[in-house]
């Protein structure tokens, strides 16, 4: 028969008539009175701030208590500063300390008690946690006084059960106080104890219901009030319905979606008993389909821990996204006014040689392969042989992969097959959607949030979750620690900006981390098109003395991990990458362009002193002549071959079986493992479960964001949409804006580089 917690405390309440006097626990947590067990517990109960009141009868002991009677206290709790004010009758002491910690476990803490005109005391602890289970405290009461009194205190952790025990000493003596044990649940706990020296039991009832907080015990009630970080939320009781929140992108601006946030919130419901259904309105358009997947996968386990998804929008215009994990949802609806906006995979882009030649500008594509098609718009006048036959290749691949996904995700609802439905969007009218099975109702805002009443009466709606209550003060003894390294965004000469790009300080963490005793393994987060040689080939020496040195890296593909993002991940222990990633592109490019026929058409002539042939190398106002265009052919040829060493030796890849793969050529992750690009199909919970087979323990993160925060431009971003040309100009004028943008970002040198379809 298994002994639930509060059952075992019930029962222990009923046997319990007597009781010993207030007692004291060192080392463990608990209401806030029980701060005052150790001055030192106050820098680890996570308190930003409390305050409470509280009431102990007199003669609190084993012959009874008078509740007519007592001693009455304030206590108010802070960083830095704990109040603690007494009084009975006229007698009144009040007692002014704080707390510093902790440092890797450790605490300390004073108090100064003063009470009428008597002399002060003076109160030190500290509290050392080095592990997840072990809490060791210790005290000194009227440090300066002639009866000075030690204690400490140990306790043990499991889960929702403590174990505790004290001892205390004055001079020679020693007394054994107590032993007790703590069962603790969503804030609330029940403690029990026994005394040596009386043979007698106590208890103890804390009842939380978010910062709410009241105990009571046969010597002492309290109520209190607790904004803590150690603590849950607001507890809500019965079915609860999940509805993630959206976050502004701008005060009073629409909402927009976090992809990685909302996974992470998916993944957190799945984990928490309470909730029932998860709805999601205006779900956010992933941006690539390996995001899908992953979301896709998130959904999925939802559904088969037992909670349902629901899922309504205005419209639906993320295809991808539709497909690979809306589709799974136990419910989809769509305004009767919106549209489904299902499309089969397409790549089209603007290419202007023929507009440069009418203007006198040349752009000489240094790229040995028309697969390396990062420049071929300003080199070509329409799309070359070799780039259409991969990009027909690579979105074939991808649309299997999305409409075997719509296929599993709507099963027998589906009124027709699924790739064939998908050729026959979009559909603007909605009704057709519904039709064909691609969504189960079509309701407005309103009618869907009467569906979720009727559905589920009595639940309540939460729009977030509390982040799990952490039930271990410390590192685990037996956790091994991972950092989890997010690399997003272009490769780029610089240190590079937190989240946006990738560059010196992305090689200056791996170095640290590798000299970092206490991780155990690094995971990259890889998602990028690539960009600069330099710090990309920086970015892979790193891992592969990371590896070499006995700490294991593992890649872990995004949406893109190409070129330049698939030359750092090479030499990784083992690359995981989603089904739909992009990836590939091995491969170098560079572009030049020269105006001398520009410059003549508009009457305007370059002239100068050359002392030398090198003096007008890469000189833009005089065509690039055969023996430039040798040097800068050799640099990319070079450059070339160092990339192919890299993943030939990091991938265990014979440079033969591997340059016909290269060359440029783009595969989605499903491709790339079957050609030995990659190792295991998967994102991070597969990286995880790897590491732990791995490494022979469990594994917890340890996040970091390489590069420089931007300020600025978190800043002006709200206001980027604004400072474009506006109305029809905007459709002429943006796409030669980004592209040259794009190009003028690279800088100078030869390119890892991928143009995302």
Sequence with gaps: MKIQPFSLAVFLLAITFTTTAEPRFRADDGNLSRLADNPALSAAS?????????????????????????????????????????????????????????????????????????????????????????????????????????????????????????????GSTVNWERVGARMAWQGSDVRVWFDPATRLPGFEVTLSLGPMETSASPTRVAAAL?????????????????????????????????????????????????????VLEDPPATGGLASAQELRAAVDNLRKVGKKVYIHADSYNDSLGFQSWISAADRVSVDPTGSVWLTSGGSRRLYFRDLFDKIGVKFVNLAPWETKSANNSWSFASMPDGERAMLKRFLTDRDDLAAKALASGRGDRLKGNA????????????????????????????DFEEFLAKAHPGASMVGDLPPPVQTGWGPSLFQKTVALVHLTGDIVMGRGQMGQSIGRAAAETLKQLRE???????????????????????????????????????????????????????PATRIFALPGTLTGSIGVTAALFTGEKALELLGIRADGVDLGPSAGFGDWTRTTNEVDRAKWDAMIAATYQRFLDVVSQGRHLEKSQLEPLARGQIYTGREALALGLVDELGGQSEAKAWLEKE?????????????????????????????????????????????????????PGPQVWVEIP
């Design 419 to 446: 790739a064939d439905l998908v050729a026959q969007g979009p559909y603007l009218v909605v009704q057709e959607a519904l039709e064909k099975g691609l969504v189960d109702v079509l309701e407005n805002r309103a």
């Design 46 to 170: 996570g308190d930003l701030f409390s305050l409470g009141a509280g009431f102990n009868p007199e003669g609190a002991d084993w012959n009874g208590a008078d509740w007519n009677r007592g001693t009455h206290d304030l206590k108010l709790v802070s960083p830095l500063l704990v109040v603690d004010y007494s009084w009975k009758g006229s007698h009144n002491t009040l007692g002014l300390g704080g707390a510093l910690g902790p440092w890797q476990g450790f605490s300390a803490g004073y108090r100064r008690e003063t009470s009428d005109n008597q002399e002060a005391l003076h109160h030190f602890g500290t509290l050392y946690r080095p592990y997840d289970f072990l809490s060791v405290g210790a005290t000194l009461d009227n440090a300066f006084g002639k009866a000075p009194l030690w204690g400490t205190g140990l306790s043990l952790r499991r889960d929702w059960l403590t174990l505790s025990s004290d001892v205390s000493w004055a």
């Design 695 to 747: 490494l022979g323990g469990p594994v917890e993160w340890q996040e970091y964001h390489p590069g420089e925060a931007n300020p600025l431009a978190d800043l002006l971003a709200p206001f980027a949409a604004s400072l474009k040309p506006a109305g029809a100009l905007d459709l002429v004028v943006e796409p030669w804006v980004d592209a040259f943008t794009r190009v003028m970002a690279r800088g």
């Design 226 to 278: 607790r904004w803590s970080t150690n603590r849950p939320g607001t507890v809500t009781m019965g079915k609860v319905l999940f509805k993630p929140d959206s976050s502004p992108a701008v005060p009073f601006g629409p909402p927009v979606w976090n992809v990685s946030a909302l996974l992470l919130a998916l993944q957190q419901a799945a984990d928490n008993p309470q909730i029932a259904v998860v």
């Design 516 to 570: 970092d005793a206490a991780i155990s393994a690094v995971v990259l987060r890889v998602d990028s098109p690539g960009g600069a040689v330099l710090p990309s080939d920086a970015l892979a020496e790193e891992v592969k003395k990371t590896v070499a040195a006995g700490k294991p890296v593992v890649v872990v593909m995004g949406d893109a991990a190409a070129s330049g993002g698939y030359y750092l991940s090479a």
